[in-house]
C-alpha cells in the first residue's frame, strides 16, 4: 500500500511542510537524518521511516526539504536509496542555484525518476495557508499529477514552466531584491532609532507604500525588458545624489554607513560610465 507522500527532512521548513499534509489528509511518511523530529508528526498521524530508502520506497512521490542540494545528494547517494527511486516523483524545495536545479535533475532522471525543482518563497508559518507561494519547474504533466498535494502546502504553489531552473532563478532573483529589502529596512530603522521616532511607525510608512513599490517594479522591469532607459521622470545622478546624502546623514547621527556607503558606490560607477541622464535602473548596465 503506497502513502500519498514521503516528505524527507524535518527542520524548521520540512517540519511545517509535512505537519500541513497530515492537517489535510494525506497520508505522509516522514524522514529526518535526527530521528527525534519525526515524532511531532507522528503523534499526528505521520509515519516514521526507519531510513531514507524506506521513506522513498513508501510513495509515489518524495518531497525533499533539506538545507541545500549538497544534503539532497548525499540522502539519494547512500547506499539502497537512489535503487528506490524509479518511477516515482521527487520534488525538491531545499534552496539552491539554478544550476543545482539543472545537476539534480540529471542525477534524479538517471535513476529513472521523474524530477520537479521547487523553491519557497515563505516562512514555515505560512506554509499550508493561501499565503504560501511555492515555484515548481519542470515537465507540466508531472507538475498536475502532484499539483493538489503541493496546494495543501502553499496555497498560492505557481508552476513555473517546463525548464527546471526557473523556480531556483524565480527564488535567486527575489532573494537578491530581498536582501536589498532587509538592509535598507535595518538601516532605515536606524535612521528612526538614532532621529527618536518609533521603528513602527517606519513600518507602517512601508505599509502604505506597498502599492507604489509594486508599481516601480513593474515599471523597472519593463524599461529594462524594452531597453528604454532614457525617458526618466527622475534621474540616476539624482538619486545617487541623494543617496550620498544618506552617507552624511549616517556621519551626523553617528550610525553605520555601510549600506549608503555600497548604494552611493553603485550610483557613482553607473555616473562615471555615462549613464547619468538614464532612469536609476540602468544601474543594471555596470552588472553585466
Ligand atoms: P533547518 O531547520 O536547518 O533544517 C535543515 C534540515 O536539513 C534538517 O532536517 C537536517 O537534518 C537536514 N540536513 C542537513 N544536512 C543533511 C544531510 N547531509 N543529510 C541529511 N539531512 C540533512 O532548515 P529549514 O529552515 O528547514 O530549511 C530547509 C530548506 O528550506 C533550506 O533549503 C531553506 O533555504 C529552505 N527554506 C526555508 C525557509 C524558512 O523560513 N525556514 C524559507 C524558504 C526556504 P538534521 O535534523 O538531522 O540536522
Redesign the pocket.
Known amino acids: 500500500m503506497h502513502n500519498d507522500i514521503t516528505v524527507i527532512?524535518?527542520?524548521?521548513?520540512?517540519?511545517a511542510l509535512a505537519g500541513a499534509l497530515v492537517g489535510a489528509g494525506h497520508r505522509v511518511t516522514v524522514w529526518?537524518?535526527?530521528r527525534g523530529?519525526a515524532a511531532a508528526l507522528t503523534d499526528r498521524g505521520a509515519t516514521a521511516a526507519h531510513d531514507a530508502a524506506a521513506a522513498v520506497a513508501a510513495s509515489p512521490v518524495v518531497l525533499v526539504?533539506?538545507?541545500?542540494y549538497?544534503?539532497t545528494r548525499?540522502?539519494l547517494e547512500a547506499p539502497g536509496v537512489g535503487g528506490q527511486l524509479a518511477g516515482r516523483v521527487l520534488v525538491q524545495?531545499?534552496?539552491?542555484t539554478p544550476q543545482d536545479a539543472r545537476e539534480l535533475d540529471e542525477l534524479v532522471r538517471g535513476l529513472g525518476a521523474e524530477y520537479l525543482d521547487g523553491?519557497?518563497?515563505?516562512?514555515?508559518r505560512q506554509i499550508g495557508t493561501p499565503d504560501a507561494y511555492v515555484a515548481v519547474s519542470g515537465p507540466e504533466a508531472t507538475f498536475r499529477r502532484v499539483e493538489k498535494l503541493l496546494l495543501s502546502v502553499a496555497g498560492a504553489a505557481t508552476y513555473a514552466g517546463p525548464r527546471v531552473t526557473g523556480a531556483a532563478a524565480q527564488f535567486a532573483a527575489t532573494l537578491a531584491y530581498l536582501a536589498g529589502h532587509w538592509i535598507g529596512f535595518a538601516h532605515g530603522a536606524r535612521i528612526y532609532q538614532a532621529e527618536g521616532f518609533g521603528v513602527e511607525q517606519f513600518g507602517r510608512l512601508l505599509a502604505g507604500l506597498g502599492p507604489i513599490l509594486a508599481a516601480d517594479n513593474v515599471h523597472m522591469a519593463t524599461v529594462v525588458a524594452e531597453n528604454r532607459f532614457t525617458d526618466p521622470e527622475s534621474t540616476l545622478r539624482t538619486a545617487g545624489h541623494d543617496i550620498q546624502g544618506l552617507v552624511r546623514q549616517a556621519a551626523e547621527a553617528g550610525i553605520d554607513d555601510t549600506f549608503p556607503a555600497f548604494a552611493a558606490a553603485v550610483f557613482e560607477r553607473a555616473v562615471a560610465a555615462g549613464y547619468g541622464d538614464e532612469e536609476h535602473v540602468a544601474v543594471i548596465k555596470t552588472m553585466r
Do not use: Y
Not at 9 to 15: D, R, Y
Not at 119 to 124: C, E, H, K, T, V
Open positions: 527532512g524535518l527542520g524548521e521548513m520540512g517540519s529526518n537524518r535526527s523530529k526539504c533539506v538545507s541545500d549538497a544534503a548525499a540522502i524545495l531545499s534552496t539552491g523553491a519557497i518563497l515563505a516562512w514555515p
